[in-house]
C-alpha cells in the first residue's frame, strides 16, 4: 500500500511539471472558480492563481492575487492542525515535551548513561521510562522552587524502580493560541478535517484547513491548507473557502 501511495505521488508531482497541473472551473456566481488540482480542489476569487512550490517529498504550492496569499502541502508529512488545550493535553499524554525532558533528566544521574565523549542519547532514558502519567497539580505535590510550583499540570513516572514527579507548564505560545483559535473538527469522507480560524485581528492571519487519513495504515498522505497573507478576507469567509475544499 505504501508503495502504492509513493507511485500515485510522484506520478502527480510529474504531471504537474508537465502541464501545471490545474484547471480552473468557473462558478454559477461568475465571480470565483474552482481551482482542480487533481487531488484536491478549493473555490477562491477568479483573481487566485496557483504557483508552484517547490517540495522535497510532497506537493507543496501557492495560491495567490497580489494581494493575499494561501499555500498548501499534500503528502506524508504536511503540517498537522492546530490544537485547543484539550487535545493538546490529551496529545501531551503521550510524552513529555524538550522542556519537561530536561527538568527529568536534571532529577536523575545521567553520567552513567555518557559515551566516551561524554554525549548522552536521551532516547536509551526514555525507553526506561515506565507509567507516564499525566496529573492536574495538587495542592498536595509541592515544587518548591520557581515558576515550576505554578504549572498546571505534572507528570509522575517510574525510572529504574524509582517514583519521580516532573512539573509541567504549557508553553506561552501555546496559550496564546488556545485564546485565539476558533476550531471546528469533523469527518469528511475518509479524512478528519480541521478547520482552524484565527480570531486575533492584531496579528496577522493564520487560519487554515488541515485534512488528516482517519485509518493512516491505508491512506498516508495529508493536505494542509493556510493563509499566509490576508488583506481581504473576513472570519466567515475564510470558514467558506476552507469548506469548499474537497479531496479526491
Not at 152 to 174: A, H, R, T
Request: glycine share 4%; proline share 4%; net charge negative.
Amino acid at each position: 500500500m505504501l508503495k502504492r501511495n509513493i507511485l500515485i505521488l510522484l506520478s502527480f508531482l510529474l504531471l504537474i511539471s508537465c502541464n501545471n497541473g490545474v484547471n480552473y472551473v468557473p462558478q454559477n456566481d461568475g465571480k470565483s472558480h474552482l481551482i482542480d488540482f487533481d487531488l484536491f480542489s478549493i473555490i477562491l476569487p477568479k483573481d487566485f492563481k496557483y504557483k508552484k512550490v517547490d517540495g522535497i517529498d510532497s506537493f507543496v504550492g501557492e495560491i495567490k492575487n497580489g494581494k493575499s496569499k494561501f499555500i498548501f502541502d499534500y503528502g506524508w508529512y504536511s503540517p498537522s492542525p492546530p490544537m485547543n488545550k484539550e487535545s493538546f493535553i490529551e496529545d501531551s499524554r503521550k510524552s513529555m515535551d524538550f522542556e519537561t525532558m530536561q527538568k527529568f533528566l536534571n532529577q536523575i544521574d545521567l553520567e552513567k548513561y555518557q559515551n566516551e565523549k561524554g554525549e548522552i542519547n536521551p532516547g536509551e532514558i526514555t525507553k526506561k521510562i515506565k507509567n507516564l502519567t499525566l496529573h492536574k497539580m495538587s495542592d498536595n505535590l509541592i515544587f518548591d522552587k520557581g515558576p515550576e510550583s505554578k504549572c498546571e499540570f505534572y507528570y509522575s513516572l517510574e525510572f529504574e524502580g524509582m517514583e519521580y514527579y516532573v512539573s509541567f507548564c504549557i508553553p506561552e505560545e501555546n496559550k496564546s493560541k488556545f485564546e485565539f483559535y476558533e476550531l471546528k473538527t469533523d469527518t469528511i469522507g475518509k479524512y478528519k478535517r480541521t478547520i482552524a480560524l484565527w480570531t486575533d485581528k492584531k496579528n496577522p492571519n493564520i487560519s487554515s484547513v488541515n485534512f488528516e487519513p482517519i485509518n493512516k495504515e491505508t491512506d498516508t498522505n495529508e493536505l494542509s491548507i493556510g493563509i499566509k497573507s490576508n488583506m481581504e478576507f473576513d472570519k466567515d469567509e475564510l470558514k467558506s473557502i476552507f469548506e469548499s475544499v474537497t479531496l479526491k
